[in-house]
């Protein structure tokens, strides 16, 4: 706090975690948009932190509590409310301070995309330079990628496109390049089942205005 940071950190559901839960008033959850199929609310409380050691008296945080359940038929196979609990010192309501936390998990699956799907994870050498240019370039790669995506409009509802998936839907393409008279011409499979998304993305981009 004296430095000025913000930060927003999940907890786990202990005893402790419950019982600040269970006493929250039933008027105090607020309702927020969710998923299809999905109801979900959002309250806030008081929790006590620390007080394990010396140097690090107890103290009381702000903790946000956001609870899900299904709707319709699938209420069934979990009629129960799930919570997930996180403290918080942001300056923001309780639903404005969930989407937070939430966006901050959105960067978090865009890190290990950049891992997994662009190759981070196997940085090749012991050398410093030789994994600061590996960096260079998966980070590259990485950026191209969500840039198609977000310019092309090709993602789904605006989730998280993974890199993997990308590269096999749109970036492999099982065509070839040929020369018509002098006009190369992409030849595409009749039957390839993301043709309609690739063309879609393809002339998004196309159409963009040249930065000069």
């Excluded at 918080?88 to 937070?100: P, R, S």
């Excluded at 969500?146 to 970036?171: F, K, M, Q």
Aim: net charge positive; charged share 20%.
């Amino acid at each position: 706090m004296r430095l000025g940071v913000r930060y927003s950190v999940t907890v786990h559901l202990n005893a402790q975690v419950s019982a600040a839960v269970q006493a929250i008033p039933e008027g105090s959850w607020r309702p927020i948009a969710y998923t299809d199929g999905g109801l979900a609310e959002v309250a806030e409380t008081a929790y006590a932190v620390g007080g394990g050691k010396p140097s690090r008296p107890a103290r009381t945080a702000r903790l946000v509590v956001r609870r899900t359940r299904l709707t319709g038929r699938q209420q069934q196979l979990w009629p129960e409310w799930r919570h997930h609990c996180f403290v918080t010192n942001v300056e923001l309501d309780a639903v404005a301070a969930d989407e937070f936390h939430r966006e901050h998990a959105t960067v978090e699956l865009a890190i290990r995309d950049l891992k997994e799907g662009a190759g981070i994870e196997h940085c090749p050498s012991g050398r410093f330079f030789a994994n600061a240019a590996w960096l260079g370039c998966a980070v590259l790669a990485h950026d191209l990628i969500r840039w198609t995506v977000r310019l092309g409009a090709a993602g789904d509802r605006g989730e998280l496109s993974v890199a993997r998936t990308i590269r096999a839907h749109l970036l492999s393409v099982p065509g070839r390049l040929v020369n018509r008279s002098g006009r190369i011409v992409l030849r595409l499979p009749e039957r390839w089942p993301w043709a309609e998304t690739f063309l879609g993305a393809l002339g998004r981009i196309r159409s963009l205005p040249l930065v000069t």
